[in-house]
């Protein structure tokens, strides 16, 4: 498994934008299928994005599409979330997390998390 540190949160007004970082450890980074998932208060934890291992597909929910972008630096052993046109929806806890069984929107599935990181969008 990987160890996962998310940053990049913080509080920014609606229609802006933030980038969100998360660094894993190890040396077998590029084997996994990378995910961004969210919480809001009182809510499930809900997918957000997703990426393979080599970066070259992409995968979003509706409620992000074009409006996020995830990517990845396999070099640095870091995955990014780009949130652009942000809305006080989007105000929630932003965990990473790492599979390296399943292409999947499914939570449950991936084996490794992050702490999270907090993104407040105020209208």
């Known amino acids: 498994q990987v160890q996962l540190v998310e940053s990049g949160g913080g509080l920014v007004q609606a229609g802006g934008s933030l980038r969100l970082s998360c660094a894993a450890s190890?040396?077998?980074?590029?084997?996994?299928?990378m995910g961004w998932f969210r919480q809001a208060p009182g809510k499930e934890r809900e997918y957000v994005a997703r990426i393979t291992g080599s970066g070259s597909i992409t995968d979003y929910s509706d409620s992000v599409k074009g409006r996020f972008t995830i990517s990845r630096d396999n070099a640095k052993n870091t995955v990014y979330l780009q949130m652009n046109s942000l809305k006080p929806e989007d105000t929630a806890v932003y965990y990473c997390?790492?599979?390296?069984?399943?292409?999947?929107?499914?939570?449950?599935?991936?084996?490794?998390w992050g702490q999270g990181t907090q993104v407040t969008v105020s209208s």
């Open positions: 190890g040396r077998t980074f590029s084997m996994y299928f």
């Open positions: 997390a790492a599979t390296n069984t399943d292409w999947t929107r499914e939570k449950t599935r991936y084996a490794s």
